[in-house]
């Protein structure tokens, strides 16, 4: 499906979204198409992704958070998004805070047990959300998160069949928690494999094609972050966060608004650098794993 | 030592190297990416080869690595003995597999209480920190948390605006128990570009000044805001030796420097606890 497609179709205004890929492989492609759908009144979760520019634009109302650069004099998004009467309320946690809600969301509980969190000042001004009970089995006291259900989660992933049996390798943050707790999933894909590919290894498989709404197949849909096996990080990984107003907007216009999508973003950043800059981007002597029996041949077919 | 002697580390060189020393060969290192990681892969080259080190992301290595300048790089996943999720790595924390985590902070307390979040009221802050990451997961279950900042007034208080990482709360006996933190956990360790500090009874106390680099206990207590507890044992930090400015200088401080060129620009500015 065209992502333009897919995020009209799943994401709305109102949903609490889930953004996948902790520094590695965050759905860059699908947030810009968010933006530039301007879908509004977003609750956000995730951990570690640059939510700037979707705070700056006005269209988050919540964060769910464990770490963010929230230095308003250093950041132009947080100053445009102030400025506007948009800057979201922002729920703090922990790191496994967030990914313990999620994934108490993904287990279809309530709430999660934890020692985290107990001893922190997050659970004065976030008492919603994180509390502390004394346990009924040791009588001692357990901290406690609620439990999120994002209802519509992204991901990226290195490879999915057209099914959405989507394979994700390399670090994976709170991307298996956040994905499955998710009520509606978009998978945005370096390639769409055939399912031949996906069963001789599903092991891999993070999330299983039956809970997925869209399958994008969209190339370098992480840049300019990095994709294990793929691709290394860009030069500006990091370098649209704490710019000015001037970085900001001109990001926003090479990215989104300026550009139908983010095939012509990328097309213009080849025009701009060369065009092998994405080849260039590309891993060097990439090492192989060996190779591991997974299948085999069964007796009447494999169909 | 002579003058030129004297020049050839910083406060910076003498703050890895007494954070690496903190580590020791067989410990499983929870680290944070900046002056953690660079005491870790000191450690790692040097006295403590066996020390396995966790980062957030999901990677789990006792293998060495180039420095990282993010808290999730390609090469710090290649050839990772495991690569998961950051439920797994800090699940191995809360049961208590971790025993050594690494911190920095932007205001610590008397009793070890870190501020990652906010300067003044958190409801209408004068500044504001990015707030726990990992770091309030790491002060609440690992066995022993070192923590890693630079000293002056505003940051060593008598009592921090917000704790986001619980030391030992208000210093009683038995507090962190109380509230279900895991048993036998807290601060153990705190390295200032002035000094390092250990734990007694809860209460930081002075062990050492870097008095080869100028530091005086004076200048300690000038940049701390409660009567500082010494520890009657009190010495003079001892210095980087030549192994150790080595591997800084070829493992980190070069790496760093070369990865920097490449790039056509400084390393980014990755996560790291509690850094203005």
């Known amino acids: ?303 | 030592m002579t003058q030129d002697d004297k020049k050839s580390y910083s406060a910076n060189i003498q703050m890895v190297v007494s954070a690496a020393r903190e580590i020791k060969d067989n410990d499983t290192v929870y680290v944070g990416v900046g002056l953690p990681m660079q005491a870790a892969l000191l450690a790692k080259n040097s006295h403590a080869p066996n020390c396995v080190i966790v980062i957030e992301n999901g990677i789990v290595r006792s293998n060495l690595f180039p420095i990282p300048a993010a808290t999730d790089t390609l090469g710090s996943q290649a050839f990772a003995d495991q690569l998961s999720g950051l439920f797994h790595v800090m699940s191995l924390g809360q049961a208590g597999h971790l025993n050594t985590g690494f911190l920095g902070a932007g205001q610590i307390d008397r009793f070890g209480n870190l501020n990652d979040t906010c300067v003044g009221d958190y409801r209408n802050p004068i500044h504001r920190w990015p707030g726990s990451g990992g770091g309030n997961d790491v002060m609440s279950w690992c066995s022993r948390t070192i923590v890693i900042l630079e000293q002056d007034k505003r940051r060593f208080l008598e009592k921090v605006d917000f704790i986001t990482c619980p030391g030992y709360l208000d210093g009683k006996p038995g507090r962190r128990e109380e509230i279900g933190l895991r048993p036998n956990t807290g601060p153990a360790a705190v390295i200032t570009n002035l000094g390092v500090y250990g734990f007694e009874d809860r209460e930081m106390v002075l062990k050492s000044v870097h008095t080869d680099i100028g530091v005086t206990l004076e200048k300690i207590k000038e940049e701390t805001s409660w009567d500082l507890k010494i520890s009657p044992d009190l010495k003079d930090t001892e210095p980087p030796n030549g192994e150790e400015l080595q591997i800084y200088h070829e493992k980190i401080e070069w790496v760093m420097a070369a990865r920097a060129r490449m790039r056509g620009q400084m390393p980014p500015p990755g996560p790291q606890q509690g850094k203005a």
Request: proline residues 5%.
């Open chain 1, 1 to 303: 499906m065209p992502m333009k497609e897919a995020v009209s179709k799943y994401v709305k205004s109102g949903d609490l979204l889930f953004i996948s890929g902790a520094q590695h492989g965050a759905p860059a492609a699908a947030v810009a198409e968010i933006i530039r759908q301007k879908i509004d009144h977003l609750g956000v979760i995730t951990c570690l992704t640059n939510t700037n520019s979707l705070i700056g634009e006005g269209l988050v109302d919540r964060l769910i958070t464990g770490y963010n650069m929230f230095n308003e004099k250093r950041s132009y998004a947080l100053q445009k998004a102030r400025e506007n009467n948009k800057f979201p309320v922002v729920e703090e946690s922990s790191h496994y805070g967030i990914s313990l809600m999620l994934y108490a969301g993904y287990m279809g509980i309530p709430f999660m047990p934890t020692r985290s969190l107990v001893g922190a000042d997050m659970a004065v001004y976030n008492s919603d959300n994180i509390k502390s009970i004394e346990c009924p089995f040791t009588h001692t006291q357990i901290g406690l998160v609620r439990a999120v259900v994002p209802d519509i989660g992204i991901i990226h992933v290195q490879r999915a069949d057209a099914d959405g049996n989507a394979q994700k390798w390399g670090t994976l943050g709170i991307d298996l928690e956040g994905i499955n707790a998710s009520r509606k999933i978009i998978v945005t894909t370096e390639e769409i494999v055939d399912s031949e590919v996906i069963r001789r290894d599903p092991n891999r498989t993070i999330v299983p094609g039956f809970r997925v709404s869209a399958v994008v197949e969209q190339p370098f849909g992480a840049y300019p972050s990095h994709l294990a096996g793929c691709y290394g990080d860009g030069p500006m990984v990091f370098g649209t966060m704490m710019g000015g107003k001037e970085a900001y907007e001109a990001n926003l216009q090479e990215t989104v608004y300026g550009v139908k999508d983010w095939n012509e973003y990328l097309e213009n950043l080849k025009k701009q650098h060369g065009a092998d800059f994405f080849d260039k981007l590309r891993l060097k002597n990439p090492a192989m794993s060996e190779p591991v029996t997974s299948g085999y041949e069964l007796i009447g077919g494999n169909e």
